[in-house]
Structures are given as structure tokens and as C-alpha cells.
């Protein structure tokens, strides 16, 4: 699944959310409020509780014996949720970071003399990864619509099984699922932490790299405010899914059946219903900033890569021109919809 939430033995996800629920419907929500360090630690116990690296113990010839490579990090039991084994890793180069260390060291990033507020916290893949995201600073707005008011955070992953370095991404959308996770750590204002050496010695470094918040809140401000004034008729629309996603061809240009095929067709259709049905692009219908806003929601929300020994040569290269990670659907269509006014506006910043 594309939330890859952890779950309480009770069914309920380790998950607390802040203002507004998550696009999955699932955890603590804290309506209208931000939440603080204190009530997180009380609503989802399991993402602030200690982990231990334990020794990892095999059997030979009928006696355990400690593992001289590996330790086994151990969740402590908090809440209703018992002891776990949350990672195998490395003695030698992984160093363990709680994630009460991580709030402290992202605070440290922000420079705030205050207690950071909390957007959204929780655990994923069965309790290996660690996501957390803090308010950075004030809203950017579109001006006159109420609708495209944008959060500033500083999302923070760290994980228990080596899978992800401590990293923090400065970006304008919260982390509450493993699409999210996946989507921050595609930005390019972020900073990694490696699991080794000291953390004290890496804070001015991070600060640097996050540096350009306020330059990137500005150049965001200028694109939805560009093409918020671009309007698109319905036929344009049309066009404009149709040249985002092409339909797979042969080497002699003739349309290519099969999964390839319907994927592409899958995939326009589900951007077009984005466009035209759903309410958060509602107010902004009819403009290049919808067209851009429907494909963002499908790749924050919607979008699912899947790898199978199935997929075949053709279809393989059709996710790498559409939706490879280093080149976001989002971000060809911002190229697509992009005018010469905009990018003149762009560049003189």
C-alpha cells in the first residue's frame, strides 16, 4: 500500500497528524492545532520511545551466541504497543538516533528559540522508519485565493534498519505516508545525515544546505501566481495530459498494445479526473496552476510505483520517461505549462 503506515496490535495506526487530517484518514488527528512535542509523545508513544541496539544472537550447535557483525534494534514497549525488533544493522557504521534526539537536532536546524510545532509524526513499514515534520515558518498564498495557501516544513526521516540516513527536506508538503516520504526525499533542498560520526559536527553544514527556504517559498509564490492568471478550455486540458503522458509507441511509431499501453491511458485518465473532480483543485479549474495542482495530488497521493518480474522491456522504459525519480511527472508538467513570462520572472530572481 502507498501509506505503508505501522499499526498498534488494536488496528490503529501510529500516525498523529496536525490541523487537517491525512489524505489516508488515519491516526490522531489535532483539528484545527498544531501539536506540541509533549502531546505527541502522549498520542503516538510508540514513535517517541527508546530503541535499544541489542545483541543479535544465532545458534550453533545448540547455543546462542551473540552475532559479532550485527545488533538487533529493539523498540521498547510504550503504549499499547509490546518490545519489537525494528532493524538488523551494522555494528560498525550505523549509529543508532532516537528520534527525541532527531526533534532536538531539527530544532537546532530551524534556530528556533522556542519549542518546535509539530505538523505530523509517525512510523512506517512496520516500525523501521521514522517520519516527523515541523512547521517551518509562515504560509506563502496565492493572492486572492484562500484555497492555495502553502505550509512551509522541515520534514525529518530517520530509520531503525539503515534503510534511509537521518535526512532533513525542506519542502511545502508534510510527511504522513511512505508516498510523501518518498516524494520529499526527490527535493532538492535536503541534507543527509549519515548514520556515523558526530551529529553536533553536522548541524552548520545542514543549515546551509536548507538555507534557501526563503528563496524557494518566493520562486513557488511566482509560478502559482503566473499561472494561476494562465486559463486553459477544456480541449487544452485535453492536450495538455495527452502530451504529459504519450502513449507508448513501436520503433516504427505504430501504438503499442498491451500493459504499456494501458497504463498510459490509465494514468491520463486518472490525472484528468484530478483535474475535473477533485475538490482541492476545484478552485483553481480552468488555469495552468490546476492542470499543475491535479498532477502534484496524483504524485503526493496516488501514485504507486510498482516493479515486477513481469513488466516487460517497453513498459520498463515507459515509467522511466514519465515517472522516474529523477525526473517527477510533476516536474515535466511545470516544464509543459511554464510560459516565457514566467520563466523571465523566474530568472530575475
Known amino acids: 500500500?502507498?501509506?505503508?503506515?505501522?499499526?498498534?496490535?488494536?488496528?490503529?495506526?501510529?500516525?498523529?497528524?496536525?490541523?487537517t487530517p491525512a489524505w489516508h484518514g488515519e491516526g490522531f488527528t489535532a483539528l484545527g492545532r498544531r501539536l506540541t512535542l509533549e502531546e505527541l509523545e502522549t498520542?503516538?508513544?510508540?514513535?517517541?520511545?527508546?530503541v535499544e541496539a541489542r545483541p543479535l544472537l544465532s545458534v550453533t550447535n545448540g547455543y546462542p551466541q551473540a552475532v559479532a557483525t550485527h545488533v538487533a534494534n529493539t523498540r521498547l514497549a510504550a503504549g499499547s504497543s509490546p518490545e519489537k525488533v525494528v532493524g538488523i544493522v551494522g555494528k560498525r557504521r550505523y549509529q543508532l538516533v532516537q528520534n527525541l534526539e532527531a526533534f532536538r537536532l531539527a530544532e537546532g536546524i530551524m534556530g528556533l528559540q522556542e519549542e518546535a510545532q509539530v505538523a505530523s509524526a509517525g512510523l512506517l513499514r512496520d516500525g523501521s522508519v521514522a517520519i516527523l515534520t515541523l512547521y517551518l515558518g509562515e504560509d506563502?498564498?496565492?493572492?486572492?485565493?484562500?484555497?492555495?495557501?502553502?505550509?512551509?516544513?522541515?520534514?525529518?526521516?530517520?530509520?531503525?534498519d539503515a534503510s534511509y540516513a537521518l535526512t532533513a527536506v525542506n519542502s511545502d508538503v508534510r510527511m504522513v505516508c511512505a508516498n510523501t516520504?518518498?516524494?520529499?526525499?526527490?527535493?532538492?533542498?535536503k541534507v543527509a545525515i549519515r548514520h556515523t560520526g558526530l551529529m553536533a559536527d553536522k548541524l552548520e553544514h545542514a543549515r546551509r544546505a536548507l538555507g534557501l527556504?526563503?528563496?524557494?517559498?518566493?520562486?513557488?509564490?511566482?509560478?502559482?501566481?503566473?499561472?494561476?492568471e494562465e486559463t486553459v478550455t477544456a480541449a487544452k486540458a485535453e492536450e495538455f495530459f495527452a502530451t504529459l503522458v504519450?502513449?507508448?509507441?513501436?520503433?516504427?511509431?505504430?501504438?503499442?498494445?498491451?500493459?504499456?499501453?494501458?497504463?498510459?491511458?490509465?494514468?491520463?485518465?486518472?490525472?484528468?479526473?484530478?483535474?475535473?473532480?477533485?475538490?482541492?483543485?476545484?478552485?483553481?479549474?480552468?488555469?495552468?496552476?490546476?492542470?499543475?495542482?491535479?498532477?502534484?495530488?496524483?504524485?503526493?497521493?496516488?501514485?504507486?510505483?510498482?516493479?515486477?518480474?513481469?513488466?516487460?522491456?517497453?513498459?520498463?522504459?515507459?515509467?522511466?520517461?514519465?515517472?522516474?525519480?529523477s525526473s517527477p511527472l510533476e516536474a515535466k508538467a511545470q516544464r509543459l505549462l511554464e510560459t516565457t513570462k514566467l520563466r523571465t520572472a523566474l530568472a530575475a530572481v
Do not use: C
Not at 4 to 11: C, F, K, P, V
Not at 181 to 189: A, E, F, I, K, T
Not at 213 to 228: C, S
Open 1 to 19: 500500500m502507498p501509506a505503508e503506515l505501522a499499526y498498534r496490535e488494536d488496528g490503529t495506526a501510529i500516525m498523529a497528524v496536525a490541523e
Open 140 to 160: 506563502y498564498l496565492v493572492p486572492g485565493l484562500e484555497s492555495e495557501r502553502r505550509g512551509r516544513y522541515l520534514n525529518v526521516v530517520n530509520s531503525f
Open 213 to 228: 527556504a526563503d528563496r524557494y517559498a518566493q520562486l513557488q509564490a511566482i509560478v502559482a501566481e503566473h499561472l494561476v
Open 246 to 325: 504519450p502513449l507508448p509507441v513501436d520503433s516504427a511509431g505504430k501504438a503499442q498494445e498491451g500493459r504499456a499501453l494501458n497504463n498510459a491511458r490509465q494514468l491520463r485518465e486518472a490525472l484528468a479526473n484530478l483535474y475535473w473532480t477533485n475538490p482541492t483543485v476545484a478552485p483553481v479549474q480552468g488555469s495552468r496552476w490546476g492542470l499543475l495542482q491535479a498532477v502534484t495530488f496524483y504524485t503526493n497521493h496516488q501514485q504507486e510505483r510498482r516493479q515486477t518480474a513481469l513488466s516487460t522491456t517497453s513498459e520498463n522504459r515507459f515509467e522511466a520517461v514519465v515517472l522516474d525519480d
Open 43 to 50: 498520542v503516538v508513544p510508540e514513535w517517541a520511545a527508546p
Open 181 to 189: 516520504l518518498r516524494w520529499n526525499l526527490r527535493q532538492p533542498r
